[in-house]
């Protein structure tokens, strides 16, 4: 059974930074592409940012530049770095499985970052 493990969400002022993590278990974690999405209140939950087996990264433009996206195989953790954060990344942050690198399979918990103004 999968089980992913999201933490490090907080308040936080707009421009600072935050180190989400996502601690998987319950699957060969070095095999599978991870994924980071969000979802604020009333709204659709969105892709921030993913990276494959091998290390490379996407993002969505609205934090290309801000946010960084890791992986530490040997700690089977994914790692989602904010900086230069924004009320609009105000959301529920979820790690995920990536089927096929695309496809969302197995979702965290979700962990709430809030930035003020």
């Known amino acids: 059974q999968v089980q992913l493990v999201e933490s490090g969400g907080g308040l936080v002022q707009a421009g600072g930074s935050l180190r989400l993590s996502c601690a998987a278990s319950?699957?060969?974690?070095?095999?599978?592409?991870m994924g980071w999405y969000r979802q604020a209140p009333g709204k659709q939950r969105d892709f921030v940012a993913a990276?494959?087996?091998?290390?490379?990264?996407n993002y969505a433009d609205s934090v290309k530049g801000r946010f960084s996206i890791s992986r530490d195989n040997a700690k089977n953790s994914v790692y989602l770095q904010m900086n230069s954060l924004k009320p609009e990344d105000t959301a529920v942050y979820y790690c995920a499985t990536l089927r096929g690198g695309i496809k969302p399979e197995y979702w965290g918990q979700g962990t709430q970052v809030t930035v003020t103004s």
């Open positions: 990276i494959s087996s091998g290390g490379r990264t």
């Open positions: 319950g699957t060969i974690f070095s095999t599978n592409a």
